[in-house]
């Protein structure tokens, strides 16, 4: 803010009226300032406008001044005394014995510039005069636009309506983002609110749709409306509770073969551990490549399986035997109840398969092998027509040949195949792994919401994890300082719970890992992270304290609390007391976007932009006119 031409008479006056009184103690950064008895009004008047006199508030400040230094302070407190130095001096009446005094924290001052810089220059001495802030002074204070920024009007301070709280998109989103709040607490309508607010800025031109994307996580269906955020916009309405015959290819996130058949999304899949599931996998993944490779791929895959069976066939240890009959059975579909499939006699004394009636083992012949069902049965095998189910075969296939060269433990590799197993009608349900050609998930759009909202716990878990990880690394390999990719996670704590008892220790440390990377490095590629959550205690601590930016709704958990206290350690104790009793909608703002704590009402959206996240009307619900309109 540039300083205006000094004019003696204006300066004079405004020292008169803005003049509240001087510093009395100074301790710290602690100052008590007594104020005169004639600023004990609630308002003051200049140049024919009513003022709002001092007060304890979220947003009332005073200036110090001291020497041509001026010294911005929130006022945190006041309290009354008695006149105990003059007790000889009459009174007019009994009320200006009483002494009037407040408590203030020194937090910034003005350059000589006029501009406000944070943080404490020098403190004021006893006897400095204390003033209000003019209004062009508290609007400056609360510009957050960087003047020549492009900017977003999000709302209002909350004590002091008419001032708006516009914010440099800059400062905003070039950083990561917190929104923290019960439920209830307005923290979805201040997500929408901010994108909203961005993706209708006019300044923006076609490089904003081709330099930059973002995708919405969306657990509970809020954002995936046509009206919602931007009807520019792809959304996927994934869906695991409909029968797989139901669900449209469009409606499926687009991943070709190549594409799933990847090492990394593959072991999110399956939850594979680190040390052995992980490295199994990739030998599974060289084997898949290797056979498709070849000109008769399903022939050069129904052989292996058959020189495998003979091998299974010659082995002397029983109980290895028939667990690799079990697995070999797997790959073919044998059911339980089918009689074409017979499994040979074991000779208990000698410890063989009589695959050749009475004969020794050294004296069974290869035909003999061959003519076993184990060997037969191969002809019948086919491609699965999807790729999991394919890739699942593959998988068992490296397992036979592991188990058979003594290279690794059923027990230890079965139970990420199993998984794998388990959520094949969900992975077919939620991707569209028909596509011959890698398809571009944002399809020709630069805003993508994935609503997660009617998918199971195992999608809700490993799909974020999937997609985003892939986005990551070819942002960070292809990032050449002229794109960025924004990753905005409602209800963030589905993903980056520090808490969940239903993973393993291992999978939940590789699952924070991954997105402690992308929060810890992912801004030097262009890449920022927005998350909401009700519930900050639950999340890493890594993940709340790499945050650039929050927003802050009603807290009432005590865990959250101290979460919030630990990560923000620049809230004043004002405002961090406040939390527990922030109406619906008000929030504090901090962080880089602000020099200081703001206390701010969000604006509201309209009805058909907002999230779909209202509490439901139980008066309309539960009445006899709502029974009467379901019956109409």
């Not at 204006?10 to 008590?32: A, L, M, P, Q």
């Not at 076993?372 to 394919?390: F, R």
């Not at 890493?540 to 959250?560: A, C, W």
């Amino acid at each position: 803010m540039k300083k205006k031409p000094f004019n003696l008479q204006e300066r004079i006056v405004s020292d008169s009226v803005f003049t509240i009184g001087s510093v009395f103690s100074v301790r710290g950064k602690d100052i008590v300032v007594k104020v005169n008895k004639d600023k004990n009004l609630p308002h003051l008047f200049f140049n024919g406008r009513t003022i709002k006199n001092v007060s304890v508030g979220l947003s009332n400040y005073v200036k110090i001044k001291k020497g041509f230094t001026e010294i911005i302070c929130k006022v945190e407190g006041e309290y009354l005394e008695e006149d105990k130095y003059q007790r000889n001096k009459k009174y007019a009446n009994e009320k200006q014995k009483i002494e009037r005094f407040l408590n203030v924290s020194v937090f910034g001052f003005y350059d000589n510039e006029h501009n406000f810089q944070h943080g404490i220059k020098e403190m004021p001495l006893i006897g400095s005069e204390c003033k209000l802030l003019s209004r062009d002074e508290f609007e400056s204070l609360h510009d957050l636009s960087c003047n020549i920024d492009l900017a977003i009007h999000i709302g209002s301070l909350i004590d002091e309506e008419t001032q708006n709280i516009i914010i440099s998109i800059q400062r905003l989103f070039a950083g990561h983002i917190g929104i923290f709040g019960n439920t209830g607490s307005g923290k979805s309508n201040t997500l929408a609110k901010m994108y909203t607010s961005l993706f209708e800025i006019e300044g923006l031109s076609n490089n904003f749709k081709s330099n930059s994307k973002f995708i919405f996580l969306d657990f509970n269906g809020e954002y995936s409306k046509k009206t919602v955020l931007t009807e520019d916009k792809k959304a996927y309405v994934l869906n695991t509770e409909t029968e797989l015959d139901k669900i449209k290819a469009e409606d499926k996130l687009p991943l070709n073969e190549g594409s799933f058949v990847d090492i990394e999304l593959i072991s999110i899949l399956a939850n594979a551990t680190e040390k052995t599931q992980k490295p199994f996998f990739n030998r599974s993944i060289s084997l898949y490549r290797k056979i498709n490779d070849e000109s008769d791929s399903l022939g050069y895959f129904k052989n292996n399986l058959k020189l495998i069976a003979i091998r299974i066939l010659k082995l002397k240890n029983k109980e290895l035997a028939y667990l690799c009959i079990d697995r070999y059975k797997q790959i073919l579909k044998i059911k339980s109840d089918d009689s074409s499939f017979t499994i040979p006699e074991w000779h208990h004394m000698n410890s063989y398969f009589k695959c050749g009636g009475n004969a020794d083992y050294d004296n069974i012949t290869d035909e003999q092998y061959k003519a076993q069902s184990l060997y037969t049965k191969v002809d019948e095998y086919t491609y699965a027509d999807n790729v999991i189910e394919k890739f699942l075969d593959f998988a068992r296939m490296q397992l036979l040949y592991d188990l058979l060269d003594n290279r690794v433990q059923n027990d230890h590799i079965y139970p990420a195949i199993n998984k794998l197993e388990s959520i094949r009608k969900s992975i077919q349900k939620v991707f569209n792994t028909e596509i011959q050609n890698d398809v571009d998930l944002f399809d020709g759009k630069n805003i993508v919401v994935i609503d997660l909202k009617s998918t199971n716990r195992d999608i809700k878990k490993s799909l974020p994890l999937v997609v985003l990880k892939k986005l990551y690394e070819n942002q960070k390999s292809n990032y050449k300082g002229d794109s960025s990719l924004h990753i905005i996670i409602d209800e963030a704590h589905n993903i980056l719970s520090e808490t969940s008892v239903r993973e393993s220790e291992t999978w939940k440390d590789y699952r924070l890992e991954t997105f402690e990377e992308i929060i810890k490095e992912g801004r030097k590629f262009g890449v920022f992270l927005t998350i909401a959550s009700q519930r900050p205690s639950d999340i890493s601590p890594t993940i709340i304290s790499q945050l650039h930016n929050y927003f802050i709704h009603k807290l009432m958990n005590e865990n959250d609390l101290r979460a919030i206290n630990k990560a923000v350690s620049y809230l004043d104790k004002l405002s961090f007391d406040s939390i527990s009793n922030l109406a619906t909608g008000c929030c504090f703002i901090a962080g880089q976007m602000t020099q200081f704590p703001l206390s701010v009402k969000i604006k509201l959206l309209d009805k058909d932009q907002r999230p779909q996240s209202g509490t439901i009307d139980l008066n309309k619900l539960w009445t006899a006119e709502s029974m009467q309109l379901r019956k109409i």
